[in-house]
């Protein structure tokens, strides 16, 4: 059964880091572009960061410069480093394949930047 396991969130204040894990199964994870979301309140789910088999990445023009997403396929899991936080950077995080097994959504890692 295909599941992904986000980490890594809470509450940091701006300026700050957090590093979120996402941890998949029931895909082969290695063959996989895997894509980092974020939905914040009363707002659509919008595409972060992405990171392609191959290991090359591609971000957000908000997220550009301060997230770095990488994987280790040996593990089946894909990161996100957020560093220099923004208080509009609050939001659910979710982690999915590209494209997105719809079906499939985890429960997301919450992230708080909140002086």
């Known amino acids: 059964q295909v599941q992904f396991v986000e980490s890594g969130g809470g509450l940091v204040q701006p300026g700050g880091s957090l590093r979120l894990s996402c941890a998949a199964s029931g895909i082969i994870f290695s063959s996989y572009r895997m894509d980092w979301y974020r939905q914040a309140p009363e707002k659509q789910r919008e595409l972060v960061a992405s990171?392609?088999?191959?290991?090359?990445?591609n971000y957000a023009v908000s997220v550009k410069g301060r997230f770095t997403v990488s994987r280790d396929n040996a593990k089946n899991t894909v990161y996100l480093q957020m560093d220099s936080l923004k208080i509009q950077d609050t939001a659910v995080y979710y982690c999915n394949t590209a494209p997105p097994l719809t079906q499939y959504w985890g429960q997301g890692t919450p992230v708080t930047v909140s002086s």
């Open positions: 990171i392609t088999s191959g290991g090359s990445t």
